[in-house]
């Protein structure tokens, strides 16, 4: 095999080690004890096999004897297998004004439900204008409006309040 390439992300492989001994794992997974680095790496050759450090901040560093490329591959295919069962979890806005009509908030309170429907957090923002900054308990109002409007268990992750001339809150599903 003899891997020494420069692509291996951090990981030294046989002549890259560069430490005069090491506590060797052979390739059946028995501990065999701080082997001078030479001795490893000829073992490993022999075996037609990579020395491949594991844990490097270990004193002394740890090494095992295997096959890099088929080592690498397990790495990656766990690496993929770690993403795809990741969830990632969306920010949808939702902006009103204080001064919203019945219909048109039937509408966003709508529109929140289908985001909480589809597992997305929604920030739902009253923005204001002019006067209306000397009223903000309407904007407090219609938010409460939009909650009494939803059918679906919801968490409230940030309760209203003012931010500059907006006022909003953030809700998301509850777990199920």
Not at 23 to 28: A, K, Q, T, V, Y
Not at 85 to 112: C, F, Y
């Amino acid at each position: 095999m003899a891997y020494t390439n420069n692509n291996n992300k951090g990981q030294r492989v046989n002549e890259m080690i560069r430490v005069r001994e090491v506590r060797l794992i052979d390739d059946e997974g028995n501990q065999r004890g701080i082997v001078p680095t030479l001795e490893a790496l000829k073992m490993a050759r022999e075996l037609d096999l990579d020395l491949v450090e594991v844990s490097p901040n270990a004193n002394p560093p740890v090494c095992k004897i295997l096959d890099y490329g088929k080592f690498r591959f397990e790495q990656e295919k766990k690496l993929r297998e770690s993403r795809k069962n990741q969830k990632v979890l969306k920010l949808k806005e939702i902006r009103m004004q204080p001064k919203i009509g019945s219909g048109d908030l039937d509408t966003k309170a709508k529109h929140v439900q289908e985001f909480l429907d589809e597992g997305c957090k929604v920030k739902v923002t009253i923005r204001f204008r002019g006067r209306e900054l000397a009223h903000t308990e309407l904007g407090y109002d219609v938010l409460q409006e939009v909650l009494k409007r939803l059918t679906s268990a919801y968490v409230i992750e940030k309760n209203p309040a003012m931010d500059g001339k907006t006022m909003s809150m953030t809700i998301s599903a509850k777990a199920k």
